[in-house]
T-cell receptor
């Protein structure tokens, strides 16, 4: 198994541009999570999907952020318009069941200039 | 309130000495407890977990953790630290049966192992 796959690994964009981060969970996993990590705020849960349905999006910082999971093998996190304070590492993780825990992707390092 | 806490932002230890990274939790019901490690510029990697059974759990890279129900703790330990163990460590817990597959993470503890 290739694990959780995130793309791109690095993204540099200008303020105001739209950014789309992508995640492919492990096949068969039924839960998907998007996290953001910064030095100041640590690891923050942004949104949680179960069986492709958003369960908890209370961590999405504002309306500029949106996430979709059109099928069991793909999810996107979109920021429009992007701002410098969105600069962070964004992680995707998937899970099979409560006792399994998470498998994390390698992350996308986003820099907004 | 249900929660997980890592009371130390950083732990410093000399190579060859034993190390402990602390984690405490507050959960109703039986907790599912996990430890993850994050090396620089990498994602979080699973180290070990406690779901049920023996209170002493052994995991990757020689790490172990002990589930202590009376003290509501799940401290991570290693008998002899290596410089290569220097990383960021996260404790995570499933906060009750209604949490589904979701884990709540502690704030992380940076482990620095000095030669």
């Amino acid at each position: 198994d290739a694990g959780v796959i995130q793309s791109p690994r690095h993204e540099v964009t200008e303020m105001g541009q739209e950014v789309t981060l992508r995640c492919k969970p492990i096949s068969g996993h039924n839960s998907l999570f998007w996290y953001r990590q910064t030095m100041m705020r640590g690891l923050e849960l942004l949104i949680y999907f179960n069986n492709n349905v958003p369960i908890d999006d209370s961590g999405m910082p504002e309306d500029r952020f949106s996430a979709k999971m059109p099928n069991a093998s793909f999810s996107t996190l979109k920021i429009q318009p992007s701002e410098p304070r969105d600069s962070a590492v964004y992680f995707c993780a998937s899970s099979l069941n409560p006792g399994y825990g998470y498998t994390f992707g390698s992350g996308t390092r986003l820099t907004v200039v | 309130a249900q929660s997980v806490a890592q009371p130390e932002d950083q732990v410093n230890v000399a190579e060859g000495n034993p190390l402990t990274v602390k984690c405490t939790y507050s959960v109703s019901g039986n907790p599912y407890l996990f430890w993850y490690v994050q090396y620089p510029n990498r994602g979080l990697q699973f180290l070990l977990k406690y779901i049920t059974g023996d209170n002493l759990v052994k995991g990757s890279y020689g790490f172990e953790a002990e589930f202590n129900k009376s003290q509501t703790s799940f401290h991570l330990k290693k008998p002899s630290a290596l410089v290569s163990d220097s990383a960021l460590y996260f404790c995570a817990v499933r906060l009750g049966n209604n949490a589904g597959n979701m884990l709540t993470f502690g704030g992380g503890t940076r482990l620095m192992v000095k030669p």
